[in-house]
């Protein structure tokens, strides 16, 4: 039986519900971003995004992830998100078909697609990269915690 993807705009319960539930890899690099709680950063990823890009991903009715893109105040830019449940692991290979039409949508209306993400997590790295994301760049936020820029262009 073929696993059912759904996407749908993030509830406040779906909110709670991943910042209780987040992966070590989220955990560690929403520490090494920001001084804010899980709950908090959740809170905040999803209000800052674009109405147009934020969305809840459920695989048979369990969630996996909650992500976005957030207009930057550069012109044309947006940071591209996700934060996720381990249960991720398992739906990868569909979560990335559906991503690529995501990200075409995205840059439809952004001309660059452009955030951090935690050296650390070298799983997702790979994953950007398979989706046509370039590393461009190391900057570090907070001493001893090094951080790569990715980037898409349209």
Avoid at 43 to 63: G, I, K, M, T
Avoid at 82 to 90: E, G, H, P
Avoid at 120 to 136: C, D, E, V
Wanted: net charge neutral.
């Amino acid at each position: 039986m073929a696993t059912l993807i759904a996407f749908r705009l993030p509830t406040c319960a779906d909110i709670e519900y991943l910042a209780a539930h987040l992966r070590a890899s989220d955990l560690a690099e929403l520490a090494a971003v920001s001084d804010l709680s899980p709950l908090q950063a959740v809170q905040a990823s999803v209000a800052c995004s674009d109405p147009e890009f934020v969305f809840a991903v459920f695989a048979d009715q369990h969630l996996l992830a909650i992500g976005g893109a957030s207009p930057t105040l550069e012109p044309g830019v947006a940071a591209p998100w996700l934060l996720a449940t381990s249960r991720i692991d398992a739906h990868l290979w569909t979560l990335t078909r559906q991503s690529r039409r995501i990200l075409a949508l995205m840059l439809g209306k952004y001309s660059c697609l452009s955030n951090v993400i935690d050296q650390r997590q070298h799983g997702t790295l790979r994953w950007l990269q398979s989706l046509g994301f370039s590393l461009t760049e190391t900057l570090v936020y907070k001493p001893g915690i090094p951080l790569w820029r990715f980037e898409l262009r349209s």
